[in-house]
């Protein structure tokens, strides 16, 4: 089975992190359907499941025209009342007709898209992961960031958020297989912004990998946010007092989310454990973090040198 997807993370956009249940008012629908929480080790929620219905061309780098027919689940996450998400994703296989069923066969494997036509794993793999696409084509990523920017425009947050952050896509396929010899995954920067993520994962549980990909993704945004205002603070020729203020933030808002594989299933722990050794997340974040404070304590001895040495009235 090959699946694949999009996450999209940022700052929630509130002065400060949003109670429980706060989160799960921001997260409800109009539907009533119950916000999935937990809190140990890290608060976590996620919105009900939605379904968006599909019929279009999957993403190729060869420019085959196979068509999908299917649902595409989305939700939102929020992560310590903190982080938000915007998750998307859905798994394909060969349709065992070429004619168009009624929705409702569709409806009832949510999150299942049926190729109609020739169905070439790597090439859809590498399809998704470069952005490769045209006006028909699949586009997880505007579902993505649309349940995003919906929980960032909400009145439930009050618009003040205490950090300028980036928002990070993470583009990623997986291949499910329990008999996969050599599980692990390939992490690649796109951009300043764009990341890709290649799993070949022993599992069949989509759900178990949608966890692990949303945890990479807030591990990713984390360090790259704290890097983006670090480079940009030390870059300008700031004074003392502005650095400390615009990098303060940083140690207030931040350090106690870094968790990595907190929600991830037990059976995926030692993939993202590889991830984290090989690309070294947890060693820049603490490098990073060292500098920050290094950064705030070395201005926060200067202005204290600085008021000791004005002469007394």
């Known amino acids: 089975m090959l699946a694949f997807g999009e996450v999209q993370t940022g700052l929630l956009q509130n002065s400060v992190a949003l109670p429980r249940r706060a989160t799960e008012h921001l997260l409800s629908n109009e539907a009533d359907e119950r916000v999935r929480s937990v809190e140990r080790p890290i608060a976590r929620s996620i919105s ?147 990341r890709s993520l290649q799993l070949r994962v022993p ?16 591990h990713d945004w984390l360090l790259t946010t704290v890097l983006s205002v670090l480079d940009a603070t030390l870059a300008h020729d700031h004074s003392r007092a502005e650095r400390v203020s615009r990098l303060q933030p940083l140690l207030e808002h931040l350090p106690h989310l870094w968790m990595p594989g907190a929600h991830v299933p037990e059976e995926l722990l030692p993939i993202w454990s590889a991830l984290d050794q090989r690309p070294g997340f947890t060693r820049q974040w603490d490098g990073a973090m060292a500098r920050v404070r290094d950064q705030i304590t070395i201005g926060a001895l200067d202005l204290l040198q600085g008021a000791s040495t004005k002469p007394a009235r």
Request: hydrophobic share 40%; proline share 6%; net charge positive.
């Open 203 to 218: 599992t069949t549980d989509l759900g178990a990998v949608v966890a692990l990909c949303e945890d990479l993704a807030v």
């Open 48 to 194: 009900p499941d939605r379904l968006e219905g599909v019929d279009c061309r999957l993403p190729t780098t060869s420019g085959r025209q196979t068509r999908a027919i299917g649902t595409v689940v989305s939700r939102a996450v929020v992560v310590a009342g903190h982080v938000a998400q915007g998750s998307a994703y859905a798994r394909v296989a060969p349709a065992r007709t070429t004619i168009r069923l009624p929705w409702s066969h569709y409806l009832a494997s949510p999150g299942h898209l049926e190729a109609i036509g020739k169905l070439d794993r790597s090439d859809l793999e590498q399809g998704v992961l470069t952005g490769a696409r045209t006006t028909e084509t699949l586009e997880l990523s505007a579902i993505a960031a649309r349940m995003l920017d919906t929980v960032q425009r909400s009145r439930v947050i009050d618009h003040a958020p205490p950090l300028r952050t980036p928002r990070v896509r993470l583009r990623w396929t997986a291949l499910l297989d329990r008999s996969v010899e050599r599980p692990g995954g390939t992490f690649t920067l796109v951009s300043e912004d764009v």
